[in-house]
């Protein structure tokens, strides 16, 4: 059982947003930068969304991070095909010492 | 171009050892953590721990702590990671990832290195 939690699945159609959700506690999320991946099929993990709310350089805009006390949420708007992914959120846990991924949550594109 | 280039996939027996290495090029090695990611079939990620090839600082997850071990030669750009006798269970994928603090993003993924253990 994962430190964070997401959802297992999460689902849209073409051109609508969805929502991933992170849910962790205090000596996370609640006080260190939350992280985005995307592992498309049969791919290394892809940094999406650094502190919190940051886009890497080549990043569509479409992509989003937002935090709130000990949850987090990816946005992801004007869905497309190739978004469908596996998603990642990660974040320090300072209790652990070390790095806490979330479960993943696997977004198809009906 | 910053990257990180790692070794062939393996097929091992329970018992065995081995030793996975992941290649850094094209940023200074000795100023960014190196993490070990594991990834078994159809199940999520997993971070394992984390060295700093500087000084070869090294924290493992209470999870791996025991399991695994993590090096570096800062010689030639390399992180490695070791197991002293495989189980069944280490059948995965592996990744490395370079860490731009110790709490930092992975900015930089390895392709990965399937590992198959099996009698």
């Known amino acids: 059982q994962s430190v964070l939690t997401q959802p297992p699945s999460a689902s849209g159609t073409p051109g609508q947003r969805v929502t991933i959700s992170c849910s962790g506690s205090s000596s996370n999320i609640g006080s260190n930068y939350i992280y985005w991946y995307q592992q498309l099929p049969g791919t290394a993990p892809k940094l999406l969304i650094y502190r919190d709310n940051q886009r890497p350089s080549g990043v569509p805009d479409r992509f989003s991070g937002s935090k709130s006390g000990t949850s987090a949420s990816l946005a992801i708007g004007g869905l497309r095909s190739e978004d469908e992914a596996d998603y990642y959120c990660a974040a320090w846990d300072d209790s652990l010492s070390g790095c806490m991924f979330g479960g993943g949550t696997k977004l198809t594109v009906l | 171009e910053v990257q990180l280039v790692q070794s062939g996939a393996e097929v091992k027996k329970p018992g065995e050892s081995l030793k996975i290495s992941c290649k850094a090029s094209g940023y200074s090695f000795t100023r960014s953590w190196i993490a070990w990611v594991r990834q078994m079939p159809g199940k999520g990620l997993e971070w394992m721990g984390i060295?700093?090839?500087?000084?070869?600082?090294?924290r493992y997850s209470p999870s791996f702590q025991g399991q695994v071990s993590i090096s570096a030669d800062k010689s030639i750009n390399t992180a490695y990671l070791q197991w002293s006798s495989l189980k069944a269970s280490d059948t995965a994928m592996y990744y490395c990832a370079r860490h731009e603090g110790i709490a930092s993003r992975m900015d930089v993924w390895g392709q990965g290195t399937t590992v198959t253990v099996s009698s």
């Open positions: 060295i700093y090839p500087g000084d070869s600082d090294t």
